[in-house]
C-alpha cells in the first residue's frame, strides 16, 4: 500500500479499524525515509529503533481498545528540532547543541504521545529558527521536494518538506515571523501558526519569546486541525499561556464562507509578485466571493513599519535568549578554552553560525543603554500601534488574505551576500504581522508556478479566531487543491 | 572634615523567606548539598519558562505597604544581562523600569531626633548561584542551591548623612521585615545585605558630589567602618584637589579599606529589557486591601499598646518589641500569667542576661512561655523565693524545664512551718541581743539585720512574709 500518498487522518482510521498496524506503517515509513534522505536531508536525528519500538507499542495499545478519542493515535510523526524530546538530542540545528540531549518533554510532546503520536524523528531548521531557507542549520540544508534546486524556506523547512515528501504524516514547526507558513508554502503543505498564548512554549527553545508559537504541518487542513486540537490548550507551567476555553476546531471544518468578511491589503495590488502567484490569488478572491463571502481592499498606514520593528524586537529577545549557551553548564565549549573568558568568547565564537551572531549582534546593540530609546522602546511603542491598526480591521473583518509569499522556493544561496536584503524584503511582511499582534494565520497551498513550484495563501484571522482560519481555508482547499 | 558633609543613600538586598524559589517550585533552605536544590528552571536549560511564585509578590506588597510606599498596579520584569557562571541565563529577572513599590519612607531617632529617610522603590529579583573555588587547582565548580532564591532591594534616597543613621535604618528596616515575616534578615548568611552609595559635600552645598558605591559588607560594625573610611578618602581627595571618579568599591573589611572594583567608564552595560516570557504584572487593589489587612502589628503600635493595655513604661516596650521573637515571647507568657510588668522585668533583666553570656541569638530563644508564666506564678505566691527562682529560670532559659516539678523534686519550696520559724526567730533574738536595743530605740535598719540572719540560718526558703510577721511580734513582746 502506498502509505506516502495518505493523510494522517486516513491513516489513523484505517489503523483504528485493523486495516493497517501502526507497526508496518512505521517500517514502511522509516524505510521511506532512509530511501529519501540522501535526496532531501529533512532529519537532524532519525528514531528508527526508537520509533519503531514506540510504534509496537501504541498499537499494542489500540488493539487494547486505548486512545479511543485520539484521532491521529498510531500516525507516524516528526518534530522540529527546537522541540525538547527526553532522552532524544535536540540540537536547534547548531553545534551549539550539536550533543545536548533534553531531561525533559516539552509540553507539546507529552500531549501528542498521550495522543498516541508516534515520534520517528527530530527535522531540520534554520540554526535557533531564525532563517527562512533552512539554509543556516550546522547539518547542513534541506532541499525541497519539488526542486531539490531549491530551498524548502525556513525556518521549519525540515518540517515542510517531511511533510511534502511524504516522509511523515504531519510535523509540528514553530513560527516566529513566518517559520511554519513560509515553508509550508514553497513545499505545497499546509502549516497552521496558532495565536500567541495557545500552544504552550514550554520546552520550545526560545528564539523571540513573545512571536513564537509552535504549530502543526499537515497535507491539508483537516489533518492541521486534528494536530492543533491535540496540542493547544492552557498550561500552568508557561506564564504566557492564556487560559480560556479552547473548543474544538474540528467544528470549523465547514464548506461555509457565506458573509464572512475577508480584508486584503491594498498594496498587493502592486507588489512585484510573481504572475502565477497573482493568478491564484485572483482565482481565491473569486472563490470567496463566489461562495458568498465579501472580499475588500484595505489600506494599512502602519505596514511599513511590521519588518523594522520585527527585527528589533526579535533580535532584542534572542540576545538574551541566547545568553544561555556559554559553554559552562551544556552545550558546546571550546577545547581551546583556558580561563573563564575563553569559554565565554571561544565556545560561542565557534558554537554559534552566522546568522544567530549577526541577530546577537543587532540585538545587544538595540538594546544597550545609548540605542535603547532609539530603538528597542521605539519598537515597542510602534509594535502597539500596528496592533491598534490591525485589531481596528479584526474588529470589522474575520480575514486578513494575501499570499502567503509574493515568490516561489528560491534557489540556495540567493541571498548569500545579501542579508539585508533577505530582511528588508516585503514578502514577508505579511507573515510577520501575525507574531507582531499574536494573531492565529495558516498557510494552504494554491497551484503551481511556471516550474511546478508551489504557490501558498495566507489567511490571518483575529486573535482566538482559529475557527475562522479553518473554516476558509477548508472552503478553499475543496475549491482549488482537490 | 567639619566642613563636608556625607550623603548616604543605601541599596538593601533582603531574601524573602517563602518557601519555593521565584520562578520555580525548588526549595529555598539554605545549605544542603551542591545542586541538590535545583531544577531545569532554575539551572536554565535550554527552553525552560519562569513561572512566578505569588507569595514573592505579596511579600514584596507588604513590605511595600509597611514601609508607606505606593504599590504600582501594572508592573513588570525585565532582564539584567550579564555573563557570570553563576548566572544560569546569563541575565538576572529583575525589575527596572517599572518595580512593584515606589516612593515609601520610613522615619529613624537618632540622638532623640526624628528624620524621615525617603525609599525610592523596592523590586523583586532572583539571587544567582555560587562559584566554589577551593575544592580543585585546576577547576571551579557551581552550586546552583541559590539560583531563584527570591529577593527584594529596597533602594533609599540620598537623606541619610552619617553611619548612625544608617545603622538606625537599617535596624529599622530589618525589625519591619522581622515583624511582617517576610525575611529572617540574617546578615551572615547574606539574607539582609546593603550596598552603601556614598559622596560627600561642603556643607550648605546644594548640588550632590560625586558618589561611590560600595559592596560586600556583612555587618553592621562593618557598615560603621567602611562610612567612615570612604568618606574620609573622599574629602582627603577633594582637600588635594582631586576629584573624585564614579565608581563601584568593594569594602575589605577585614583590612578597613575600600577598594575600586569597576570604574564608570568600565561600567557594565545590563541591557535591561521587559522579560518576554512574563506577562506584566497587574496587581489587583482588593488583593492590596487584603494584604494590607492582614498585616501584622509592627513596632510603633506595639510600644502604644503595650504602654497602654499593659501600663508598661515606654522603656519597657521599647525593649520588648526591640526584636519581634522578645515581643513574641512576652506577649505569649502575659496571656498566661496577667501580670505584664513582672513578665517584662524577666524578660528584660533575666533572658537578656541569659542571651548575653549563653552567646544565643533572640530567634534561638527555646523556652516555652508556659514554664516563665509558671515561674512566676510560684515567685508571686510566695512559693519559692528570688534567688531560687532566678536559679529555675537558668534552667528553664536552657532545658525549658517545668519550674513547679522541679521545685517539687528538689525540694525548694518556701518553708511556711511556723514552730520551726518561730523557733529560728527566737534563736536569732537572743544572738543579736544589740539589734534588739537598736531596733527597741527606734533604728528600723536592725529589723532588717534581724531579718537577714533569719533567712541566712533558713538558706533563704523560708517565707519572708511569715518571718515578717513572727519577727515584729516577737519583738514587740520583748
Not at chain 2, 91 to 105: A, H, V
Not at chain 2, 155 to 176: G, H, R, Y
Not at chain 2, 392 to 398: A, K, V
Request: some cysteine; proline content about 4%; overall charge negative.
Amino acid at each position: 500500500m502506498d502509505y506516502a500518498k495518505m493523510t494522517a487522518l486516513e491513516l489513523a482510521s484505517k489503523i483504528r479499524n485493523n486495516e493497517i498496524s501502526a507497526v508496518e506503517v512505521t517500517k514502511a515509513q522509516i524505510k521511506y525515509i532512509k530511501e529519501q534522505e540522501d535526496r532531501l536531508s529533512c532529519f537532524i536525528t532519525l528514531l528508527e529503533d526508537e520509533g519503531l519500538k514506540r510504534a509496537y507499542e501504541v498499537q499494542e495499545r489500540i488493539a487494547k481498545g486505548d486512545y479511543k478519542d485520539s484521532p491521529l493515535a498510531g500516525v507516524p510523526m516528526a518534530v522540529k528540532d527546537n522541540i525538547l524530546t527526553k532522552n532524544i538530542r535536540t540540537t536547534c540545528a547548531s553545534r551549539m547543541l550539536e550533543t545536548y540531549i533534553p531531561s525533559y518533554n516539552a509540553r507539546v510532546i507529552d500531549k501528542l504521545e498521550d495522543a498516541g503520536a508516534i515520534i520517528l524523528g527530530k527535522l531540520n531548521m534554520d540554526e535557533f529558527a531564525m532563517g527562512n531557507s533552512s539554509e543556516s542549520s550546522y547539518f547542513g540544508p534541506t532541499r525541497n521536494p519539488f526542486n531539490t534546486d531549491h530551498v524548502p524556506g525556513g525556518s521549519s523547512g525540515g518540517s515542510a518538506a517531511a511533510v511534502a515528501a511524504g516522509e511523515v504524516f504531519y510535523s509540528l514547526g514553530s513560527d516566529t515571523g513566518g517559520s511554519i507558513r513560509q515553508p509550508s508554502s514553497y513545499c505545497g503543505v499546509t502549516g497552521i501558526k496558532p495565536t500567541y498564548g495557545t500552544v504552550s512554549r514550554n520546552g520550545l527553545i526560545g528564539f523571540a519569546s513573545s512571536f513564537d508559537q509552535i504549530g502543526p504541518i499537515a497535507k491539508n487542513v483537516s489533518d492541521a486541525t486534528a494536530v492543533l486540537d491535540i496540542i493547544k490548550g492552557y498550561d500552568s507551567k508557561d506564564s504566557t499561556s492564556i487560559a480560556r476555553e479552547y473548543d474544538s476546531y474540528t467544528s470549523a471544518l465547514t464548506d461555509d464562507v457565506r458573509g464572512m468578511k475577508i480584508g486584503v491589503p491594498k498594496e498587493f495590488l502592486d507588489s512585484p509578485m510573481n504572475s502565477q502567484i497573482r493568478e491564484q490569488f485572483d482565482k481565491v478572491i473569486k472563490v470567496y466571493r463566489d461562495k458568498g463571502a465579501t472580499v475588500e481592499y484595505v489600506d494599512f498606514q502602519t505596514s511599513d513599519y511590521i519588518i523594522p520593528t520585527y527585527y528589533i524586537l526579535t533580535s532584542a529577545e534572542v540576545s538574551a535568549n541566547l545568553s544561555r549557551f556559554d559553554g559552562i553548564r551544556y552545550g558546546y565549549r571550546s577545547p581551546d578554552a583556558k580561563n573563564l573568558e575563553e569559554i565565554y568568547f571561544k565556545s560561542r565564537a565557534e558554537g554559534f553560525g552566522d546568522e544567530a551572531k549577526l541577530r546577537i549582534l543587532l540585538g545587544s546593540y538595540v538594546l544597550s543603554s545609548d540605542n535603547y530609546d532609539t530603538y528597542y522602546d521605539k519598537a515597542l511603542r510602534i509594535r502597539r500601534l500596528i496592533s491598534n491598526e490591525f485589531d481596528d480591521f479584526f474588529s470589522n473583518y474575520d480575514i486578513l488574505l494575501g499570499p502567503t509569499s509574493l515568490f516561489t522556493a528560491f534557489n540556495f544561496n540567493a541571498f548569500l551576500n545579501s542579508p539585508v536584503e533577505k530582511y528588508a524584503d516585503s514578502d514577508n511582511k505579511y507573515t510577520i504581522i501575525a507574531n507582531l499582534i499574536g494573531s492565529p494565520a495558516m498557510s494552504i497551498p494554491c497551484g503551481y508556478d511556471e516550474k511546478g513550484l508551489p504557490i501558498g495563501m495566507q489567511l490571518i484571522g483575529r486573535k482566538f479566531g482559529e475557527k475562522d482560519i479553518i473554516r476558509s481555508a477548508y472552503s478553499l482547499e475543496k475549491e482549488i487543491t482537490s | 572634615m567639619y566642613k563636608y558633609e556625607k550623603v548616604i543613600g543605601l541599596e538593601v538586598h533582603v531574601e524573602l523567606s517563602t518557601k519555593s524559589k521565584i520562578f520555580c517550585g525548588c526549595s529555598t533552605e539554605f545549605g544542603g548539598r551542591p545542586n541538590s536544590k535545583c531544577c531545569p528552571i532554575c539551572m536554565g536549560m535550554p527552553g525552560t519558562l519562569p513561572v512566578l511564585n505569588r507569595r514573592v509578590l505579596e511579600y514584596a506588597i507588604a513590605t511595600g505597604l509597611a514601609t508607606g510606599c505606593t504599590i504600582r498596579e501594572y508592573s513588570r520584569f525585565d532582564r539584567k544581562n550579564y555573563f557570570y557562571p553563576d548566572l544560569p541565563k546569563s541575565y538576572q529577572t529583575s525589575q527596572l523600569y517599572l518595580p512593584i513599590c515606589y516612593e515609601g519612607s520610613l522615619e529613624i531617632e537618632v540622638d532623640g531626633i526624628k528624620k524621615k529617610i525617603g525609599i525610592h522603590e523596592i523590586h523583586m529579583e532572583e539571587d544567582a548561584g555560587k562559584l566554589i573555588h577551593d575544592q580543585d587547582d585546576e577547576f571551579s565548580f557551581i552550586d546552583y542551591n541559590r539560583s531563584g532564591v527570591p529577593l527584594i532591594e529596597i533602594v533609599t534616597k540620598p537623606d541619610m548623612n552619617s553611619k548612625e543613621e544608617v545603622i538606625a535604618f537599617l535596624e529599622k528596616l530589618q525589625l519591619i521585615l522581622e515583624y511582617l515575616g517576610v525575611s529572617d534578615c540574617k546578615m551572615q548568611e547574606g539574607s539582609f545585605r546593603a550596598d552603601i552609595n556614598l559622596s560627600v559635600r561642603k556643607k550648605g552645598q546644594k548640588e550632590l558630589g560625586t558618589r561611590t558605591e560600595m559592596k560586600n559588607i556583612n555587618s553592621f560594625k562593618a557598615i560603621g567602618r567602611a562610612i567612615d573610611y570612604e568618606a574620609k578618602r573622599q574629602i582627603d581627595l577633594l582637600e588635594k584637589g582631586e576629584s573624585i571618579e564614579q565608581e563601584t568599591r568593594r569594602w575589605d573589611d577585614a583590612n578597613g579599606i575600600s577598594l575600586s572594583l569597576r570604574s564608570k567608564i568600565n561600567a557594565k552595560d545590563y541591557r535591561y529589557f521587559p522579560d518576554p516570557d512574563l506577562p506584566p504584572l497587574v496587581v489587583d487593589k482588593d488583593w492590596v486591601d487584603e494584604i494590607r489587612k492582614r498585616q501584622p502589628e509592627l513596632r510603633e503600635e506595639k510600644i502604644q499598646r503595650y504602654m497602654k493595655e499593659f501600663k508598661l513604661p515606654e522603656y519597657d516596650a521599647k525593649i520588648l518589641t526591640s526584636s519581634k521573637y522578645l515581643a513574641d515571647i512576652f506577649e505569649k507568657t502575659v496571656a498566661i500569667s496577667k501580670n505584664p510588668k513582672e513578665v517584662s522585668n524577666w524578660i528584660m533583666i533575666e533572658t537578656m542576661r541569659l542571651m548575653r553570656d549563653r552567646q544565643v541569638q533572640v530567634e534561638n530563644i527555646t523556652f516555652s512561655p508556659e514554664n516563665l508564666a509558671r515561674l512566676i506564678e510560684l515567685v508571686e505566691a510566695g512559693k519559692i523565693n528570688r534567688t531560687i527562682a532566678k536559679e529555675i529560670f537558668e534552667l528553664i532559659f536552657d532545658e525549658d524545664i517545668d519550674p513547679e516539678v522541679y521545685v517539687k523534686e528538689h525540694q525548694l519550696g518556701v518553708v511556711d512551718d511556723r514552730d520551726l520559724l518561730i523557733k529560728v526567730v527566737q534563736e536569732v533574738i537572743r544572738d543579736f541581743p544589740d539589734s534588739v536595743t537598736d531596733y527597741k530605740s527606734g533604728k528600723d535598719k536592725a529589723f532588717k539585720h534581724l531579718m537577714g540572719q533569719i533567712m541566712k540560718r533558713m538558706k533563704g526558703k523560708a517565707n519572708p512574709v511569715l518571718v515578717n510577721e513572727l519577727l515584729r511580734s516577737e519583738l514587740e513582746e520583748l
